[in-house]
């Protein structure tokens, strides 16, 4: 099984400002890497797959960067709506489909 | 629009057990694998159950949390997945998701996840 780990756990970051946030695989997962938004009641939302490439109807400031082990997601200038937890998950090696513990993304 | 909606969550003692359904609109059901995942309260998201769509021979997957109590179907001609969850525990309290698979075959057959339901609350408790 594909450990996923994430950090941090709680990012505190200004609107307008950037975010980043990491995800790291315990063995290579190629480029099969998905990133989601959730926020508490909602259906998690993805937001970039392929380590890469964002999703339907995902705005330009989330990208994602990354292939093996080592993952991130950058979120650039802040929005009210972004303040959310966001999850890893790698579909390389499966099952069982794995993620990340998450981080919750806070407004300072 | 793509639309999944749970249904059939509640309060249940341990042991007993309980069916999920899953309905599925905006987009043809049966040529799409389906999944549930769970998250426990204060937890992460957690895999729990996948079955293929039936052109990919409709068999299924599960976690070792779940396997041998919990068993995933579908019923295409009502777009609805169903997860029967039997000898229910404490642990399994959690809001359940359901969401539809994305299949690629790029470099061997690979399924991510990118339509997801709101969950249904399970509570199992005495």
New interface residues.
């Given amino acids: 099984e594909t450990v996923m780990t994430q950090s941090p756990a709680t990012l505190s970051v200004s609107p307008g400002e950037r975010a980043t946030l990491s995800c790291r695989a315990s063995q290579s997962v ?1 480029n ?1 890497l ?1 990133w ?1 938004q ?1 926020k508490a ?6 937001l970039i ?1 392929g380590a890469s490439t964002r ?2 109807g995902i705005p330009a400031r989330f990208s994602g960067s990354g292939s093996g082990t080592e993952f991130t997601l950058s979120i650039s200038s802040l929005q009210s709506e972004d303040f959310a937890v966001y ?1 890893c ?1 790698q ?2 090696d ?9 981080t919750k993304l806070e407004i300072k | 629009e793509v639309q ?1 909606v749970e249904s059939g969550g509640g309060l249940v003692t341990p042991g007993r057990s309980l069916r999920l359904s899953c309905i599925g609109s905006g987009f043809t059901f049966g040529d799409y694998a389906m ?1 549930w995942f769970r998250q426990a309260p204060g937890k ?4 729990i159950s ?1 079955i293929r769509s039936k052109a990919h021979t409709g068999t299924t ?4 949390s779940v396997k041998g109590r919990f068993t995933i179907s579908r019923d295409d001609s009502k777009s609805i997945a169903y997860l029967q969850m039997n000898s229910l525990k404490a642990e399994d309290t959690a809001v359940y ?1 359901c ?1 539809r698979a ?1 299949r690629t075959a790029v ?1 061997g057959v ?10 249904t609350r399970v509570t199992v408790s005495s």
Wanted: charged fraction near 10%.
């Fill in positions: 190629t099969n998905a989601y959730h009641g909602q259906a998690p939302r993805l797959y999703a339907t999850y998950q579909y390389n499966w099952p069982p489909w794995t993620f990340g513990q998450g | 999944l999944s992460g998201l957690e895999w996948f997957e599960y976690a070792a998701f969401s994305l470099a690979k399924y991510y996840f990118d339509y997801w339901g709101q969950g």
